[in-house]
Nanobody
Framework: QLQLVESGGGLVQPGGSLRLSCAAS????????IGWFRQAPGKEREGVSC????????YYAESVKGRFTISRDNAKNTVYLQMNSLEPEDTSVYYC????????????????????????????WGNGTLGTVSS
């Protein structure tokens, strides 16, 4: 069974850090583009950061540039999202998603979910992990 499982969410004060993990089972991630997405209450799901299948291209949303870092460990079949300098506006449920064979030129297209397709543009989703930034 193909599965993605996120972990690492929690409560952190503004300015703090969280490291999210996305572990795959039932398939190997090294043929897949992986994205981190988030959805706050009452808002649409948005792409935060995506990495191409080859790791040759990475996209970050403007709101997280310079603060978040995506990385992949193929030996552990896991993708990470290091989140630093967190702000209350970063409070969301964070999801990882996977699409097969995402070329370097297509990584932004994976992250910016098309309005018509929305979440259906992603082949596999995890169940999410909640990150709360509050004092």
């Amino acid at each position: 069974q193909l599965q993605l499982v996120e972990s690492g969410g929690g409560l952190v004060q503004p300015g703090g850090s969280l490291r999210l993990s996305c572990a795959a089972s039932g398939f190997t991630l090294n043929n897949y583009g992986i994205g981190w997405f988030r959805q706050a209450p009452g808002k649409e799901r948005e792409g935060v950061s995506c990495i191409s299948s080859s790791d040759g291209s990475i996209y970050y949303a403007e709101s997280v540039k310079g603060r978040f870092t995506i990385s992949r460990d193929n030996a552990k079949n896991t993708v990470y999202l290091q989140m630093n300098s967190l702000e209350p506006e970063d409070t969301s449920v964070y999801y990882c998603g996977a699409n097969m064979d995402v070329a370097d030129t297509a990584v932004k297209g994976m992250c910016v979910l098309p309005a018509a397709a929305g979440a259906h543009a992603i082949d596999y989703w995890g169940n999410g992990t909640l990150g709360t930034v509050s004092s």
